[in-house]
Structures are given as structure tokens and as C-alpha cells.
T-cell receptor, first 121, second 107 residues
């Protein structure tokens, strides 16, 4: 059974870069899948940040596109998120999730438990 | 930017039917997905491609689509269905978006 686990520093200083990783266990990251990042500020709704395909193709939320990069490391079975120039508005629980690509999609059917990232001044 | 609009809250008595709508201009062309999120937990997909139910999701959850609106129906609501529900779809460029979210309260 595939599981996802987010990791990264829980505290980041304002204007610096937030770096998170998501490790895939119980299966291979190499396959016909999209790997997404989603965040949720405390008491608020879900916001899709972006996704990366196994081959490296990315797509981002336009509102965050200028500050986001994503990468995938098949040797570590891991994918990563970098968000630059963070502010307090970037404080949230960050989730990673998996979705089968194209016509086989059942939605984002595997999620990590989430990791809290707090931006301090 | 593209938006999916949901009612903020829905209240329902046990055994009754709850309906949650999600409106968006691109919904006639893009599939919708529904997620259930309980406090402190990650979301779980309960409907995919407008009307399909993943294995393990109770039959009381169903989805429908009509024009620019999709609907999640919970028939015979149970106390355990109290949660936040989010629709999710894509704009015409394939960028994903989540709905504003609906809190379902079981009275």
C-alpha cells in the first residue's frame, strides 16, 4: 500500500525559502502519476500549489508560480517543493498527494498526513 | 482566477439527505472530484470524475453533474459524516482548483 510522508523544517524565517520533501513508500514514484502539493492555513480551505509528473513536467497555481519550484528524485523515491520569499501568509499545513495521470485518474487518492510550516518574522 | 463556489455550511438531521453544490464555469468541460476532511486529518477522495465512487466509500455518497454545477449527495446522513467537504476541478488550462469548502453539521 502506497504511503506518503512529508518532511521539512517546521519553522522558516520570513523572506527565506521553504523546502519540503515527500517520500513515497510501498511503491515506486516512477509511474504514470502526478505528484501534487496542497496547503491549508489553519481554519481555512485547501489550496492547490502545483504538481509534477514523473517525467518532470510541472504545472503550478498561477498565484504562486513565480515563487514555486518542484523536483523529483527517483533514486530516493521522493519529490520536493521549494517556495521562495515566504511571508506569514505561507504559514499552513502542507500536504503531498498522488493522482493517477490522464484517463485513469481517481482523483488525489493517496495523501500524506501533512506537515505544518510556520513562517516567523 | 478560476473559482469553485460552495455553500459555507449545510446542516442535516441523522437519516436525512444532505446536498452540497459546487459551481464553476468550466465544470461542463472538466471533471469534478469531492473530498471529505475530518478535523486533524488529510482529505479523502469520495467521488471522482463527477459520479464515480472509489472502493470502500459508502453507497450513501453520490455525485451528479448538470451544466456549471456539480452536486454531492449524502443519503441517510450518519453522525460520522460530519466533516468539511471540498470539490476540486480544473480550469481550461488544466490548473487545479479546490472549492471554497462546505462544513456539514449533523444535528
Amino acid at each position: 500500500q502506497v504511503q506518503l510522508q512529508e518532511s521539512g523544517p517546521g519553522l522558516v524565517k520570513s523572506s527565506q525559502t521553504l523546502s519540503l520533501s515527500c517520500t513515497v513508500t510501498g511503491g515506486s514514484i516512477s509511474g504514470n502519476y502526478y505528484w501534487s502539493w496542497i496547503r491549508q492555513p489553519a481554519g481555512k480551505g485547501l489550496e492547490w500549489i502545483g504538481r509534477i509528473f514523473t517525467g518532470g513536467t510541472t504545472k503550478f497555481n498561477p498565484s504562486l508560480k513565480s515563487r514555486v519550484t518542484m523536483s523529483i528524485d527517483t533514486s530516493k523515491n521522493q519529490f520536493s517543493l521549494k517556495l521562495t520569499s515566504v511571508t506569514a501568509a505561507d504559514t499552513a499545513v502542507y500536504y503531498c498527494a498522488r493522482e493517477a495521470a490522464a484517463g485513469t485518474s481517481h482523483g488525489m487518492d493517496v495523501w500524506g498526513q501533512g506537515t505544518t510550516a510556520t513562517v516567523s518574522s | 482566477s478560476y473559482e469553485l463556489t460552495q455553500p459555507p455550511s449545510v446542516s442535516v438531521s441523522p437519516g436525512e439527505t444532505a446536498r452540497i453544490t459546487c459551481s464553476g464555469d468550466a465544470l461542463p468541460k472538466q471533471y469534478a472530484y469531492w473530498y471529505q476532511q475530518k478535523p486533524g486529518q488529510a482529505p479523502v477522495v469520495i467521488i471522482y470524475k463527477d459520479t464515480e465512487r472509489p472502493s470502500g466509500i459508502p453507497e450513501r455518497f453520490s455525485g451528479s453533474s448538470s451544466g456549471t454545477e456539480v452536486t454531492l449527495t449524502i443519503s441517510g446522513v450518519q453522525a460520522e459524516d460530519e466533516a468539511d467537504y471540498y470539490c476540486q476541478s480544473a480550469d481550461t488550462s488544466g490548473t487545479y482548483v479546490f472549492g471554497t469548502g462546505t462544513k456539514v453539521t449533523v444535528l
